[in-house]
């Protein structure tokens, strides 16, 4: 079977490309993702897991659980769903290891890729032995859209609370409306921002940074959001 949000990113894709999918507020910046530009941000990260020998096995984003907001860690879990692997939140088990631009560090025989998580994707210099920028990485690789089947009883998710099958992914609530979503742990910032709006044909507005609720409301007016 095909992982049901890949399914759903492709439909997107092809219907409402040119639509907003997330809408991200970091660092000070705004960056907005149309389905069609985040669904090639996935295909060239579901690419260099390919590159690197990870397809199909286990993809641990540790960036995911650092970094829970940022733009970089919703597109690793896609692509890993993409290339049929198991997205962990622990390095417990892995075939690839992607970690963010804080004091990162090679994990011994195993591919090692640090995102800058810059909000205009710019990458990192001087990293230590082993370890590879992740923008520079994804930006060389294809733009091909391909997907891989995977057993639907297979991981798809693993974190310390919770797993989830490739299948259940399917079974998660969609949403058609444009919400305005906090970060707050890494699955449900995934949940809210970019499955449930891909799920349901909706989008996000994710706010990845300190904001009082007069913020969050002049947020929601200005995009046009309701808060989740």
Known sequence: MLNPVIAAL????GSRGSEPLVTWYGAGARVEFSVRTFANWVDKTA???????AAGGTVAGTVSRTNPGNWMSL???????????TYRLDTAVADLVVVGPDGPAAVPGVPTLACSLHPLALGLRDLPEGVDDFSGEASAQPDAHWAQDVPGGAPAWVDAGRSLTHAGLGD???????RLVRTSDAFATLEAAILAPLLGGGSSVLVDEPADAERLAALGRSERAVLA
Do not use: F, S
């Open 10 to 13: 492709r439909r997107a894709a």
């Open 47 to 53: 690419n260099l897991i390919e590159a690197l020998d």
């Open 75 to 85: 597109i690793w879990p896609l692509a890993a769903w993409q290339r049929g692997c």
């Open 172 to 178: 998660l609530a969609g949403t058609g409306e444009r």
